[in-house]
């Protein structure tokens, strides 16, 4: 039976950020989406209706890349400010800067175990930092112009990187060598990436063409020129059957790679469009671009099929080591035009739902001089604990009504210093800030330490009741025990 596909439509759009998006990633469990921007900050878009919107300040410069870890423990971004930085995306806005590089970074990306980061800079060179330590592994540096983006392959291996060289080098993570170096001589790659069985990289070119290389046997598969300028952004729809594109002509193209084919044109940003993702579950995909909005689109592809799919690429994945020789279609190339026919698609803000107000952002900033990261140096659960039983964790993020003061007093039990929060809601301003008499701010600050010794007070009684429950518990445990070896 032929495969149904509905039209991808436009379901919400996000307004907070004053300058161009620059990336778009979803959280692992699809609840969130983190976007960069030229703006200096991060932010993290709840995706349930009437939530708050968090913005993390740390960054100094323009940030160009954002990515969730893909334990979704850490969120990792890249800055015109020369840095990377590691985030623990809860309220507290904690955050470790990577300081290496000696120009604007450009990319992050984690590896699949959540271990490793690999940067890429206009100093050019790709660096591969560890997080457990925070600390430098080693640099590549064989490319003669800036680097505009490193990605980890599926099964961790490889790298591939691009510049403004004109190169595509994919390199061995082993042995530190570059292992193939593709040169195009029509113009050079702003993205590259994996495939998500690894046996393929995408590039998307200033030339205005994607290309698909099977890297096993070094040949350009299939090209497409379907945009009218700069393609900028790619992402895979998890099955890998389908990808989508984001270019400087200010449309999005989804391509049917199996058959070789422009699916549809969808159009919404005013201006060029810098960065797309798709969920996890590819049931959704983002987009952001120069006007500073980032627009949230469902996807409406055949289910079955592209479920069926990951489940071959999961068994594949778990049975023995990438790439396979039958995970790649189709076996001939495929060359493409502009004269390529699609679906277009003009949603023109007339969709029901995106009559949304703008959610209030919560304005998150973390003391310069804390790193918070530094725990996992002696601790390499801390991450997991801080995030998940601390109870500031990433529910929080998904569940903005549990914001109170008891993440603040348990900073102040350790001794660290307090994030400036600050509701904010309208997004018109930039910094959140309001303007408030000394007298209000006195007896708010006093309320504000009411609150945090009941929290503390709530905190123990909750402490004991959890202790008393675990020995009663045991209690019952040991009863149980007892009475089957009287009957026995």
């Known amino acids: 039976m032929a495969s149904v596909l509905e039209d991808p439509i436009l379901i919400r759009h996000f307004r907070g950020h004053k300058d161009a998006v620059t990336c778009v990633a979803f959280s692992p469990t699809t609840k969130g989406l983190a976007t960069s921007s030229l703006d200096r900050f991060l932010m993290i878009w709840n995706l349930r209706p009437n939530s708050k919107a968090f913005r993390f300040v740390g960054h100094l410069e323009g940030v160009t890349s954002v990515q969730f870890s893909p334990d979704g423990h850490l969120l990792a971004s890249a800055s015109q400010d020369r840095t990377a930085r590691l985030w623990i995306p809860c309220i507290h806005g904690e955050s470790t800067p990577l300081k290496g590089h000696t120009a604007p970074v450009r990319s992050v990306n984690f590896s699949h175990d959540s271990q490793f980061l690999v940067t890429a800079s206009n100093d050019k060179s790709v660096k591969v930092w560890s997080i457990y330590s925070q600390h430098l592994l080693f640099s590549l540096s064989q490319h003669t112009h800036w680097v505009r983006c490193a990605k980890y392959s599926p099964d961790g291996r490889l790298i591939v990187s691009c510049s403004e060289d004109k190169t595509i080098k994919i390199w061995d993570i082993r042995n530190k060598i570059c292992i193939d170096n593709i040169i195009d001589h029509d113009g050079f790659a702003n993205y590259v990436d994996f495939n998500p069985d690894g046996t393929c990289i995408i590039s998307a070119g200033s030339d205005h063409t994607v290309k698909f290389w099977d890297i096993r046997i070094n040949k350009l598969l299939q090209r497409y020129e379907v945009h009218r300028a700069s393609v900028n952004y790619t992402s895979f729809h998890p099955s890998g059957n389908y990808l989508i594109t984001a270019s400087s002509d200010g449309t999005l193209k989804i391509m049917d790679l199996l058959g070789g084919k422009l699916l549809y044109t969808l159009h919404g940003h005013e201006g060029p469009v ?69 679906v277009e698609i003009n949603p023109s803000y007339d969709v029901t739902n995106m009559q949304i107000f703008d959610p209030p952002v919560v304005n998150i900033t973390s003391s310069p001089s804390f790193s918070p990261l530094s725990q996992l140096r002696t601790n390499p659960s801390v991450a997991h604990w801080s995030v998940h039983q601390n109870g500031v964790n990433n529910e929080d993020l998904q569940h903005p009504s549990m914001l109170s003061s008891q993440a603040m007093s348990k900073r102040n039990l350790k001794g660290e210093s307090k994030s400036m929060v600050h509701t904010v809601p309208e997004p018109g301003t930039m910094d959140g800030s309001v303007s408030i008499s000394p007298v209000l701010t006195s007896a708010l600050e006093h309320i504000v330490e009411q609150l945090d010794v009941l929290t503390i007070t709530v905190s123990i009684l909750e402490q004991r009741l959890t202790l008393t429950e675990d020995k009663l518990k045991e209690c019952l445990e040991n009863q149980g025990k007892l009475l089957l070896s009287v009957r026995l």
């Open 274 to 342: 810098l960065s797309v993702a798709f969920s996890k579950d590819g049931e959704t995909f983002a987009s952001g671009g120069t006007d500073a909005q980032v627009l949230l689109w469902k996807t409406n592809f055949d289910a079955s099929e592209y479920k069926k799919v990951l489940k071959k690429h999961m068994q594949r994945i778990h049975s023995d080591d990438p790439p396979h020789l039958l995970d790649i279609y189709p076996r001939s190339p495929h060359r493409h035009d502009a004269k390529s026919q699609s």
